[in-house]
């Protein structure tokens, strides 16, 4: 009945289908459709998932199960003059900077203070009229950047004492101040299987970069504009950056979307030039960015062993066509997608990819088994009366956050 009761609040060019994981081939446990005339979906467009999942987090109590987590935020006020307080201005560095001013047509001195904290990095700017701050809301409230935060206003009342406590000046609300940055996160809890998926997921191609970083076990795509996105083992990325070993942490992977105001993704989605910190720190449009994001990168599919793919292609293709796309199978284990891309037409490269893409042959599994596809809880379990949340502060995470 609830799930019924939330299907009524989509909007009528959008509806929800719900299902089983996997009985479509999706692993998402649902599939966004969209009906609009005969035409089918343009994979480049504006989805109406983004507006109909905004309506449904709106419902009560759907933000408190909306499984997905705020990270790193960073934002701006313009209401200075701001100073660093004089009993902490020994934590402060001032740097003056002397440069010519082509428009002024003068010599032009600047000074900028920054504060780096485990809690936060402050810093003025402009002539002490520019105050930006950035913190980890997770790291504020439980020590650590593992335990879930979906509800930011605790962490950004935090955040608002920290900074008034070494700022001078006028601090409204931080929900209040200029988005600059947002990290939108989900841990996967994916066990031994974790280096295989790494592994997989070093072939997808995404973005415009790519890399596969040894540090922390994982991959990143990222463009110049202002977005990457990343995925890693959080239990290495802990041990190295924070010296802990956090057992609970083992064979985590951490799907992580950072987006930047330069990158315009948000504004363009919500319509909107000049957003907030409260603006963007919704469960709902988190979890609308995480579901969208996953399935544009083909990774809310089940990826298959390569030993099956002869199998596959054999039972769904014709064997001339299931013959072409085997031969492209066994080119993605020494080729990158973008090589494939460069070679091949447009219009080609597309088509096998929607061919294989839905036997989740884009790419194969790395290992020699299959592997179960990387997708968000489904609505339909976050509604059920069982659906239910916590993420309870110990005294022993909370030891680098900021106290209650």
């Not at 990143?220 to 977005?227: D, F, I, P």
């Not at 599919?301 to 013959?323: C, E, I, P, W, Y």
């Amino acid at each position: 009945m609830q799930a019924q009761r939330i299907n009524a609040h989509l909007s009528p060019r959008g509806c929800i289908a719900w299902g089983e994981a996997g009985e479509r081939g999706l692993g998402f446990g649902f599939v966004f459709v969209f009906v609009v005339g005969a035409r089918g979906t343009d994979s480049h467009a504006l989805s109406n998932t983004w507006e109909s999942v905004q309506e449904i987090g709106h419902g009560k109590g759907m933000r408190q199960i909306l499984k997905v987590m705020f990270d790193t935020v960073a934002g701006k006020f313009e209401k200075g003059p701001y100073l660093p307080k004089e009993q902490t201005k020994d934590s402060w560095e001032t740097r003056t900077r002397d440069f010519y001013d082509s428009k002024l047509g003068t010599r032009l001195t600047s000074i900028s203070h920054t504060l780096s904290r485990p809690e936060a990095r402050i810093g003025i700017f402009g002539d002490s009229g520019i105050l930006s701050v950035e913190a980890s809301l997770p790291k504020l409230l439980h020590g650590n950047n593992l335990i879930p935060v979906n509800e930011a206003g605790e962490a950004l009342r935090r955040l608002g004492d920290f900074v008034s406590n070494y700022v001078e000046g006028e601090i409204p609300d931080l929900g209040e101040m200029d988005y600059l940055r947002v990290d939108y996160c989900h841990n996967f809890q994916l066990g031994s299987a974790l280096p295989d998926y790494v592994s997989t997921l070093s072939k997808v191609s995404f973005l415009k970069h790519r890399r596969t970083t040894d540090g922390y076990g994982g991959v990143e795509w990222w463009s110049e504009n202002g977005r990457r996105i990343r995925a890693y083992d959080k239990y290495k990325e802990i041990l190295e950056q924070d010296d802990k070993d956090i057992p609970q942490a083992r064979g985590t992977l951490r799907f992580e979307i950072q987006l930047r105001k330069k990158s315009g993704y948000l504004q363009r989605r919500q319509h909107n030039k000049k957003l907030t910190l409260q603006d963007v720190l919704k469960p709902e449009i988190a979890y609308c960015c995480l579901v969208e994001t996953l399935n544009t990168m083909c990774l809310g599919l089940g990826f298959q062993a390569q030993d099956t793919a002869r199998q596959l292609v054999d039972q769904n293709f014709s064997f001339r066509k299931a013959t072409r796309l085997l031969g492209l199978i066994r080119r993605l284990e020494t080729e990158s997608m973008e090589d494939i891309r460069r070679v091949c037409g447009r219009s080609t490269f597309y088509s096998d990819k929607k061919d294989l893409r839905g036997l989740g042959l884009w790419p194969p599994s790395a290992g020699t088994v299959s592997l179960p596809a990387l997708g968000m809880p489904p609505l339909e379990n976050l509604l059920s009366a069982e659906a239910t949340f916590s993420a309870t502060t110990t005294e022993e995470a909370n030891l680098n956050g900021i106290a209650i």
